[in-house]
């Protein structure tokens, strides 16, 4: 197969976290469409089939989820339709259009009780139903047959929509004292490198003479780990907000719907080395991130 150059993209869920961020550095490689909700939507299959027929394109990047962790609890059904039904129609029509899938994942597919970094060939265990659905997303998506990359990812974070980084700042306007979870271990890694990452890795795929050999499932966080304490820690370090005291508290003392994996910090070694890239530190992508607000 000759390299593919100027590809034309579908990009699913270019108003999520990672998707918003994906905008930029794809259309850096190729031509990028990006469907409303109200033209793909995940819970309407034959939505999804018309509108990767129409596209035709050369790859597709799925950043859409249903990723409430604890709402998933209460709503299995929706999870299971965009998490696992979803990709599986994706991965189907995409391998009938011979186009490139570019999958998420997730580190809630492991149940947490490793004590060293988890590699891609792991075995996977979910405690949640967010995790099961996730799992059940990849092996679709690998069960179709079509040229895909799943990319498996931890602790999300950017500067819109909702997440941890958000909450703690949100938190920290109403609160003298906060008490956060200390004994779950994993990597926060920003949408902005996430993206970034994800356009190299395509890029550098799609100029492979035999990129279907490099497919396949990888693991793609930032280096390092802390708690969620320790993530707050920073934060409040890093956005001044010296005046917040910070208390560790077992999980234990954090009751939530779903149960949480303890240690989910992903090695990403692999990615690393087949595609040449420069996995960041969590806390230089959190710099990073902070630079990018004071600038905007
Ligand atoms: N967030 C995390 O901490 C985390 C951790 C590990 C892995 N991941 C994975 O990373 C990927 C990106 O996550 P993210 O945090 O960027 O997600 P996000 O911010 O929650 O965004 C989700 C996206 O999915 C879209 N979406 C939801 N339901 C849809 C439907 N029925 N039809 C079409 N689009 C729909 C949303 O559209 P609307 O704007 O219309 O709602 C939004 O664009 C996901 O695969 C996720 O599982 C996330």
Redesign the pocket.
Known sequence: MAPLANPDILL??????????LRAPLAEIGDVTAP??DG?????PETIQSAVRAAAPDVIV????????DDAESEPD?AE???AK?PAVLAETAAEVGAWLV??????VFDGTATAPYVERDATNPINV?GRT?RA?ERAVQAAGGPHLI????????A?????LLSMLGLADEHDTLTIVDDQTGTP?S?AW?AEATAAILGRLLDMDTPTEAGGLYHLAASGQTSWYGFARAIFAQFGRDDVTVKPIPTEEYPTPAARPAYTVLDSSEVRTTFDLDISTWSEQLDGLRARMRQA
């Open positions: 699913i869920g270019a108003t999520g976290q990672v998707g918003h961020e409303r909700r793909l939507d995940l819970t309407a799925n950043a859409a989820a249903y990723t409430a962790v929706r339709a965009i998490n979803a999958h998420y994942s997730t580190d809630y967010y996730k997303g990319l498996r990812t931890s602790w999300v974070y950017s819109r929509r909702s997440n941890f890694t949408a996430i």
